[in-house]
């Protein structure tokens, strides 16, 4: 029996994930969407035109939508085009971290939406008290990078478009279920791998040099609350005059030296030695919580696998797992005996994780991929990713990659080189080196909409 996948990469001119799968097996077919978002606002044109030209490619035909977590970049697209894409068969998957039952779901739930309750009330209160204070000023664009990841998603209207799309068709999957795709009868199996079950591992977020990692425990995520309670505190407090409080403040005017002629003071507040000043360093805290939030929910992503029966060749697609998530699928076993490993060690295709970022692709994992068919795509725009600090793109983790895939890896904002060349990176391969068909289109344009890459049986 004939058996492939078509893997379309949409080209967002943004960060986001949007993949378009069909599967052929034999006289049947399955299309599946996996993830639709930008990380920046303001990109509906192109989110509905990627919209459209889903529609004219699957036409009539049903589509099951993949969610890996509720994050903007994966997410958005369905908000701004979702009504192009409805249709009379649709159906969506989610985690059962999504579930209204999952006990660890709901939790993770409630304190999200207390954390972004009390960071909309923070920002107002910055804004009030530092009017004008370029220091603060500058943390509040930088944690507005985080916000426009993770506040107000959960429940928003993203979620909303999703279901109506779907007119409530939800499947919620938990690691260690494995079945055959829907619409395809035989020849092609999906596998759940994440996100982790247990707490400890969901919560491993970074890994270390030795692959140790430190993470952040479900009981320091209820001390990350009451962390925002006393940063909250104290910037309400913050310029009050006996306020009874002030006097616990570190930069409380009775602390302060008044005297203009003190040489200390003149240092100090001279303006070439601004880069030494501490007055403002306190409120970095306010980052620091936005950016655990914004991990967290990255380590929910569920992950799919999914096999040709008879090759035993795997596609792995892992939305944004961090650590922790991957060393849960070393533990997953299922009904036939295969387990995480057996799925990695087989994968001849990996979606890159949290767009090729430092602490989303496990080294262990990775190495585990060891078929010479390897391909990854990356969902990434390098100008984008910038915002990052470099956490994407990292040059050892793109030769990670090229060793791993032989050169054969893909980006979705790559352009074309001599017509042969397809990342512009390190020496890699070209498109005779590819065993699997390549597809860019349109070819003469830039640019391009989508990348595309077919895999077969064979």
Known sequence: MSVSANIRMYNQLDLGDCFLLKFNSGNEE??????????????EEREQKIAKNIMETIGDKKLTIVVTHQHRDHL????????????????????????????????????TEKYWNKNK?????LTDKFTGVPEVDAMIKEKEGYDLFAEGQTGGKSITKLLEIVNKKVTFLTP?????LPGISSGIKVYVLGPPIKNEQLEKLNPTKDEAVHGLSLLEFANMDISGDLMLNAIDAYGQDNSGRESD????????????????????????????????????????????MDRLTNNTS???AFEFTESKKVLLFVGDAQIGNWQSWFDVKFDNGLTGKDLLSRTVFYKAGHHSSHNATLHQGLDLMSDRELTIMIPVNEEVSTNFNFAMLRPDMLKGYHRK????????DTIEQDGKEFQLDFPFATRDDMKNELEIF????????????????K
């Open 302 to 304: 569920l992950v799919l």
């Open 176 to 180: 260690g279920e494995s079945f055959s």
């Open 121 to 125: 009330k923070t920002k107002k209160i």
């Open 405 to 412: 895939a032989k050169g054969k890896v893909l980006r979705s």
């Open 442 to 457: 349109p070819p003469d344009k830039k640019p391009h909409l989508w990348i595309e890459l077919k895999i077969d049986e």
């Open 30 to 43: 399955a299309y599946m969407l996996i993830d639709f978002g930008s990380y920046k606002a303001g990109n």
């Open 76 to 111: 958005s697209g369905f908000s701004t085009a979702g009504d192009i894409l409805k249709g009379k068969e649709r159906e969506l998957w989610l985690s059962f971290l999504d579930s209204d039952t999952s006990s660890e779901g709901a939790f993770i739930r409630s304190m």
């Open 249 to 292: 403040f570190p930069f409380s005017r009775q602390f302060q030296q008044q005297d203009q002629e003190n040489n200390q003071k003149k240092t100090y507040e001279d303006p070439k030695n601004s880069w030494r000043t501490i007055n403002y360093d306190w409120l970095s805290e306010i980052g620091r919580l936005s950016l655990h």
